[in-house]
């Protein structure tokens, strides 16, 4: 697998609320966009992150074989972070109503395994086209669902970033899981909302074309969603998917 990362505090902000965490050995991949007053949402997501990656090098995934014991294994990274980010929050008076999207990425076997809650999104590029293959957790998505707005209207709706699932809101949470069957020079962008609000589709893939690598694919989206205006925090990593990762075992 071919890996660029990059966060990015963009133009408007005076701190940085995303994080992110490559774990390169184990296949894993996080990226999280922190809520909440003051810094807490800094705390909420680099502690989610954090505990991701604690729960990855004390139970190592690779000795988990099939895909439901693969998804149990997300779901518990999920709730070790949703349980600690909580307490947290439910602990410190600075720390009140904090909390963070979560996006953990494991590919390994021609198949990537996805998790998510919030609106962090996962993207995948493959033969010129960019498909969205998470569900975003918000206000406005659900109405989108139930007919009562049009993407186009969503897209512009002033509550558009108001998230209905965040890890660290509640005692528990439930994630959305996704299975892909992977190819030869599929890219995958894990990537926070600084960067769709910013650069739209289009864009994307017109950077995606340039056969970049995936450090240089990152820096350039970061550039161009603080070019376009920057007004949040910007988190990208980029996957490029090679033979190897195909016909590992």
Do not use: W
Not at 51 to 67: D, G, L, M, S, T
Not at 206 to 220: A, I, K, P, T, Y
């Amino acid at each position: 697998m071919q890996v660029g990362f990059k966060s990015d505090k963009g133009l408007k902000r005076s701190n940085n609320e995303d994080a992110c965490f490559v774990l390169l050995p184990d296949k894993v991949y996080v990226v999280a966009d922190g809520v909440g007053g003051g810094n807490a949402g800094e705390i909420a997501s680099r502690t989610a992150v954090n505990e991701i990656a604690n729960y990855v090098v004390e139970h190592p995934i690779a000795e988990v074989k099939n895909k439901y014991a693969i998804v149990n294994y997300l779901q518990d990274c999920i709730d070790q972070a949703n349980s600690k980010i909580f307490q947290m929050a439910n602990t410190y008076e600075e720390n009140t109503g904090m909390a963070t999207t979560a996006i953990i990425v494991y590919a390994v076997c021609g198949k990537a395994y996805i998790t998510n809650v919030g609106d962090s999104r996962v993207y995948l590029y493959r033969n010129g086209q960019l498909v969205q293959l998470t569900e975003d957790h918000t206000y406005v998505n659900t109405l989108v669902k139930a007919g009562i707005l049009s993407k186009e209207q969503a897209a512009v709706d002033e509550r558009k970033n108001v998230i209905t699932k965040a890890l660290g809101a509640e005692p528990t949470v439930e994630p959305d899981f996704f299975q892909v069957e992977i190819m030869k020079d599929d890219i995958f962008l894990i990537c926070t909302d600084g960067l769709y609000d910013e650069v739209g589709n289009q864009e994307i893939i017109q950077v995606l074309r340039e056969n970049r690598s995936m450090s240089d694919v990152c820096g350039e989206l970061v550039r161009r969603a603080n070019q376009n205006g920057g007004r949040d925090n910007i988190t990208i990593i980029s996957l490029k998917v090679t033979e190897e990762d195909i016909h590992e075992q």
